[in-house]
C-alpha cells in the first residue's frame, strides 16, 4: 500500500466552507490527487481535557460557531465514521486512556475543509482531540506513535492555524497586510520545519513575544504537532497552501510525503 501524506490544514474562517478563493481550491486540488480509505483529522475545535475518538457510524456535522449567515449552519458533511479506524487508533496509543466518544461528531476544523478535499463526504473521518491539560510534547509524541497509519491508507490531517490571533483580526474590514510579528513567526516555523528542527516547534512557547501573538492560546497551534510527529525519515515539508487572511490568521498548510 502507498504510504500517504500528513497534511496540517490551516482552516480559518467558518466561511471558508462556502468560498471559492485560492485557498479553498488548493484544497480541491490537493483531494483529487489522493484517495485515502480513511482519515483521521485532529482539529483545534475538539480541545477538551481527555484524549478522545470518535466512534459513531455516521458522526454528526457540528456548528460550532456564533453569529455567521444561516446558510453556514445549513452545511451538512455526511461522512461516515470508521470505529475500526478509532480501535486502531486506541492501540497505537495504549496505554494511554482513549476514551471511545459516540457524541462528538465532525467540527467545522474538520469539515469546513474537507468540504474542498473530498466534496463527495465519501471517505470515512474519525476525530482525535487534542487533550488540553497536556504539555505540546505530549502532542507531538502522539503524533509519533500514530505514523504507522500512514501505511494503512489513512490519511492523517491536523487543523487549526500557526498563527492565530482573533483580536488582532480585521474582521469586515477591506484585505489588510500581515502584521510584522505573523510574518515574522511564520517565516521562522517554516525555515524550522524545512531543516527537520522539531525541537524548537515543539517547544513553541519559548520562542519569544512573536509566539506569544501568533499562538495566545495553543488550540490551533497543537494540530501542527500531531502532523510533525508522523513525519518520516529523510521526508521534507513543503507548504502546498500559503497567505495570511486579515492579518493574523495563517493559512499555512504543511504537508510531509
Known sequence: MTRLPAIFFGHGNPMNALADTAYTRAWSAIGEALRPRAIL?????????????????????????????????????????????????????????VRRDRAWGLDHGTWSVLLHVFPKADVPVVQLSIDETK?????????????????????VIGSGNVVHNLHAYAWGRHEIEPFDWASRFEARVRELLLAGDDGPLVAYESMGPDAALCAPTPDHYLPLLYVMGTRKP???????????????ISMLSVAFG
Do not use: K, M, N
Open 41 to 97: 483529522c485532529i482539529s483545534a475545535h475538539w480541545y477538551i481535557p481527555s484524549t478522545a475518538v470518535t466512534v459513531a457510524d455516521a458522526p454528526r456535522t457540528i456548528h460550532d460557531f456564533g453569529g455567521f449567515p444561516a446558510e453556514l449552519y445549513r452545511v451538512e458533511y455526511p461522512a461516515p465514521g470508521d470505529p475500526s479506524l478509532a480501535s486502531r487508533v486506541q492501540a497505537l496509543l495504549a496505554p494511554l486512556d
Open 234 to 248: 529523510g521526508e521534507r515539508a513543503s507548504f502546498p497552501v500559503e497567505g495570511v487572511d486579515g492579518g493574523s
Open 135 to 155: 504539555p505540546p510534547a505530549f502532542h507531538y509524541e502522539i503524533g509519533r506513535l500514530l505514523a504507522p497509519l500512514r501505511d494503512e491508507g489513512v490519511l
